[in-house]
């Protein structure tokens, strides 16, 4: 009777260490699956050391930015797809401009392009005429929800008073504007429409703003 109740208290001792390591494990997997550990592998170790044969690999996860790269690179994905990844947010050379032209597919005019990128635009000291305006046209622009995927990425009319050199990246552009509403002077425009911009969208489309007359009106299509 002493040994049938040992071996039952040994056997019912085995069988709750067995549902202990069980839930362990079970646990563990769960946690390196919230990690983002890979469980193929995970689960080819355990079988192995189980008795298992063969070998597995140990190729890691990448993160969500692919090969360990950090979110935003500077370069803007926008237009028809032709060297998209290579335009950058602020525009400083005539290629970077040619590359966001052939992305665009609206009509884009030159005329408040400076002249460093191919326009006929240039710096000269004139204030930036109804600056509310056309921030409140674009921030509307950005702000409506059809747009949500179609924001303002570039904007040219407008030059860096400190600098004399064109500025060209919406978030750029909107705090010189915003700076101008303030009474300083962070901003001129060029030569060329002192009230007027002209701003390119996600998808390639160009629009025209004239902060005098209070209007934001979208290019014609490439080829009409």
């Known amino acids: 009777m002493i040994l049938k109740k040992v071996k039952n208290e040994v056997g019912a001792t085995a069988i709750e260490y067995g549902l202990l390591a069980s839930l362990i494990a079970v646990s ?4 390196m699956s919230a990690v983002g550990m890979n469980l193929k592998n995970t689960y080819c170790t355990i079988s192995t050391h189980l008795g298992g044969s063969g070998t597995c ?3 890691g996860s990448s993160g969500t930015g692919g090969n360990g790269s950090p979110a935003g690179s500077g370069n803007i994905t926008t237009g028809n797809g032709e060297n998209n990844s290579e335009i950058p947010t602020s525009i400083t050379t005539e290629d970077d401009m040619d590359k966001l032209k ?4 609206d009509n884009f005019d030159d005329s408040l392009l400076d002249k460093s990128f191919g326009g006929k635009n240039y710096y000269d000291i004139w204030s930036f005429n109804n600056p509310q305006n056309a921030l409140t046209l674009m921030n509307n622009y950005n702000n409506d929800p059809k747009n949500s995927n179609d924001q303002i990425t570039h904007v040219f009319g ?15 552009a909107s705090e010189g504007l915003q700076d101008q509403i303030n009474g300083n002077n962070y901003i001129e425009t060029g030569d060329i429409g002192q ?19 209070n ?10």
Not at 158 to 172: A, V
Not at 215 to 224: A, D, F
Request: charged residues 15%.
């Open 57 to 59: 690999s140990g190729g």
């Open 195 to 213: 009230g007027s911009l002209e701003v390119t969208t996600q998808s390639g489309h160009v629009y025209t703003i004239n902060g005098k007359a």
């Open 28 to 31: 563990a997997i769960g946690g």
């Open 215 to 224: 209007t934001m009106t979208k290019n014609l299509i490439k080829g009409s």
């Open 102 to 105: 052939n992305s665009l597919v």
């Open 158 to 172: 407008i030059y860096d008073k400190s600098t004399n050199k064109p500025i060209t990246s919406w978030q750029k």
